[in-house]
């Protein structure tokens, strides 16, 4: 669809720029679930808006994602009903689809102050389809915001037009929120004489909740990443980022230099080592997130060791954007200044 023939729901999705969105979530998470509240900013940093803008606006999107490293799925467009199945409210996936796209069909500019604000749409479509459906209204949030940035990234149309459909197996999706959260919390019992142990206790690191095969010992202190390559399905085939014999997590340099490695934590990230100077710098390098958190939720898999059980969510691709968005942002606010300067002459 044309810039011309976007719906006024689209156009008011698209006026809102990063800052915009990183506020209407910031201002949204108290009211998210716990279960989701890590979740849904994980699936925000999984899916950035400012990188997501450098596409639209490049001429020769194949070469950026060649300058920028990307490997693996990075393009939301294909993967509309999964990029967040590890949300609990992916369950509410095809209800929050049908109503955001009605949302969009309706939608006026908004005369109340929370109608016309985006966490304030986010809300009002959550509230509908928890009244609907009676769900919690937290439960509704983070898939909300996730389904309207979806939308704001691929269009109506391409949003409409995928099935909406959910894949989750009976006994998971019938798992209460406090279930999902209680098994996050539990840590691996050391046996009877546990408090003896030192470096010799063990870990288990879950990276697919729905999945109850996807799960690897870690020894007290060990990388993730390292921990993972006791795994040694071929994980190839299923992420053809993976190598054989090195486990679910793609890893290349194992010392925070490529970015392959990188994952979410959906729990325990108290549990994981502080990040260390080293860390910290290659993920501002990558663009995956700029934080002083000494325990971020979101890790490379490769230095960050473990202290306890954690569950863990592997993203579908990676690349290296930090220094590229940067300068993209540096850019657009010389040309503001300037616009702002021959306006004010
Ligand atoms: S494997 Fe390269 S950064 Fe972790």
């Known amino acids: 669809m044309s810039r011309n023939s976007e719906t006024v729901f689209e156009t008011f999705l698209r006026r809102h720029d990063e800052a915009a969105w990183a506020a209407a979530l910031e201002s949204l998470l108290p009211a998210i679930h716990e279960v989701d509240r890590n979740a849904t900013s994980i699936w925000f940093a999984f899916f950035p808006l400012a990188l ?60 109340t102050q929370e109608e016309a604000t985006l966490a304030g749409q986010i809300q009002t479509v959550a509230r509908e389809v928890a009244a609907q459906n009676k769900v919690e209204e937290s439960l509704l949030s983070g898939i909300t915001a996730v389904a309207l940035m979806t939308l704001r990234r691929v269009g109506l149309a391409a949003f409409a037009a995928s099935p909406g459909e959910v894949q989750l197996d ?96 959906l729990g325990g990230a108290e549990k994981l080592t502080a990040v260390s100077p080293r860390e910290r710098k290659a993920m501002q390098l990558f663009g995956y997130i700029d934080t002083d958190d000494p325990q971020p939720i979101i890790r490379l898999a490769c230095q960050a060791q473990g202290e306890g059980a954690v569950s863990i969510v592997i993203p579908s691709w990676n690349g290296v954007f930090g220094k590229y968005l940067r300068r993209l942002r540096e850019e657009e606010a010389a040309e503001a200044a300037e616009g702002s300067q021959a306006v004010s002459q």
């Open 52 to 111: 997501a803008r450098a596409f639209e606006q490049a001429d020769e999107p194949e070469k950026l994602a060649g300058r920028l490293l990307m490997q693996g799925r990075y393009r939301l467009e294909d993967q509309i009903d999964s990029s967040h199945d590890f949300l609990y409210g992916h369950r509410y996936w095809p209800e929050v689809k049908r109503a955001v796209v009605a949302r969009a069909g309706q939608f006026k500019e908004g005369t």
């Open 170 to 265: 009976g006994k998971r999706a019938r798992q209460s929120p406090a279930k999902v959260l209680q098994e996050r919390a539990r840590d691996d019992s050391q046996g009877l004489l546990g408090f003896l142990r030192t470096t010799d206790k063990r870990w288990t690191v879950v990276w697919n909740e729905d999945d109850p095969t996807a799960r690897f010992q870690m020894i007290h202190h060990q990388e993730v990443a390292s921990a993972a390559a006791t795994d040694k399905r071929d994980w190839s085939q299923v992420d053809p980022r993976c190598t054989v014999d090195e486990g679910p997590i793609p890893v290349q340099c194992r010392s925070a230099s490529c970015g392959t490695c990188w994952v979410g934590v």
